[in-house]
């Protein structure tokens, strides 16, 4: 079985208010990109990955007016996907839905979120990701309240071969310190991102953990925002979130490589265009973690980075959309499920 992660930026953008594909020549939101360009590259891409279920990080938007699950089935209808289900979370407020789109041939997925229901006074013990996280952020003796702007996708998944197993598809806060005017302020909001980021992960970490006493099959995957020395502000804590996440026992190759390696080349998932300098930021964002009794299951990673993927560049057309269709590139995980 085939398993994807995916974060397909500006998603939302390419769907009208009837959760229809809008192929025409406006901009799509990527980088002189148009609509058409990038619902072109995604069907591309999609079709080459022949996954069985990918977990979609940015999915189109849940709200008045448009349906997550209704477009990217509608989506998978266009292009002729065999992964034309789709399964939903909690909706939020960013327009940055996390879905899966599956093959209900080859499994059966439903959300199934674990926790207590908080509402907006909090509990300390992991609860529903939909609620509030209570831990001391400034080691000030008094607690705040986290929330997950993008609550974790739970799902409880059973493949055609009868396998059971849990997936938790993840979105972190990104680090950017939006609002900033000044250097101080940056350093501020940036600190200030990274210790909610690092709650966020302890939160996540607490349910993998409930999992593993479990005895659960489990595999999270999705975009963390964070890896090992990717900025200054790490040092400050410590260890990044994704170590957080890993832990002792959850297996990434791609995260291990980077946590044991500071120097080098070192894999990515991402490619952003730096335009103050018109240069490319590469980074490792894109994780598929598995619990310790996956590891039996021939586990098999790849990312189809244009560039260092010998398939992908090898074929033009692949190499091509890969480039158009998103900011990060897909990320699969080949399991005997």
Known sequence: MRLATYNVEWFANLFDEQ?????????????????RQQIEALGIVFTALEADAVLIVEAPNTGRRQDTVVALEHFAER???????????????????????????????????????????GDRQAPRFDGSFRIDLNFDASEDLVTFSKPPLELAVRTAQGTELRLIGAHLKSKA??????????????????????????????????????????????????????????????????????????????????????????????RFLMRDRQTYLQALLDYAMVSPDLMARRPAWRIWHPFDDARCWQVSELRDALLTASDHFPLTLDIEI
Do not use: C
């Open 177 to 270: 310190p939006h609002g900033a005017t000044n250097r101080d302020a940056v350093m501020r909001i940036s600190i200030a991102n990274r210790r909610k980021q690092l709650a966020q992960a302890i939160w996540l970490r607490a349910r993998i953990e409930q999992h593993l006493e479990a005895g659960d099959s489990l595999i999270l995957m999705g975009d963390l925002n964070d890896g090992p020395g990717l900025d200054e502000y790490e040092g400050l804590f410590g260890r990044s979130s994704v170590e957080i996440l890993l832990g002792d026992e959850l297996f990434d190759p791609h995260a291990r490589q980077a946590l044991q390696r500071r120097l080098g080349a070192m894999p990515t998932t991402a």
């Open 19 to 35: 959760n229809r594909l809008v192929a025409d020549d406006g901009w799509s939101g990527r980088q002189d990109v148009t609509r």
């Open 79 to 121: 292009f002729q996907l065999r992964q034309r289900r789709a399964v939903m979370g909690f909706a939020n407020d960013t327009q940055q839905e996390i879905a899966l789109l599956y093959d209900p041939d080859a499994l059966s997925a439903r959300h199934d979120p674990r926790g207590a229901e908080t509402g907006g006074k």
